[in-house]
């Protein structure tokens, strides 16, 4: 089992930047990918972005290219999406999400574990 806590969401103007966090516990996450997701109001979840854990190494879909920065501190357990350059598109509740294997996947139904979930809302 993987436990998953986001945080770092709430309102920020058209332009600006937030930095979201992934609380990791319960098992060593070496052999595990962790990525973030979206879901927008009445739309279906999106992936982002994911991170092998173990050596930190990134995907990106081409929704997050250049904008987004996804990266872990290992020894906290932690991982992490930097979002510059929002804009109201970009509102909605941020999931991070784990699972174990040899690959990076942006498919939500290729995740094991979720988190709760944090809102963003983009708004001037």
């Known amino acids: 089992q993987v436990q998953l806590v986001e945080s770092g969401g709430g309102f920020v103007q058209p332009g600006g930047s937030v930095n979201l966090s992934c609380a990791a516990s319960?098992?060593?996450?070496?052999?595990?990918?962790i990525g973030w997701f979206r879901q927008a109001p009445g739309k279906e979840r999106e992936g982002l972005s994911c991170?092998?854990?173990?050596?930190?190494?990134?995907t990106y879909e081409d929704s997050a290219k250049g904008r987004f920065t996804i990266s872990r501190d290992k020894s906290k357990n932690m991982v992490y999406l930097q979002m510059n350059s929002l804009e109201p598109e970009d509102t909605a509740v941020y999931f991070c999400?784990?699972?174990?294997?040899?690959?990076?996947?942006?498919?939500?139904?290729?995740?094991?574990?979720w988190g709760q979930g944090t809102q963003v809302t983009v708004s001037s």
């Open positions: 991170i092998r854990f173990s050596d930190g190494y990134a």
């Open positions: 319960g098992r060593t996450l070496d052999y595990y990918y």
């Open positions: 999400a784990a699972r174990e294997g040899p690959a990076p996947a942006m498919s939500p139904r290729s995740y094991n574990y």
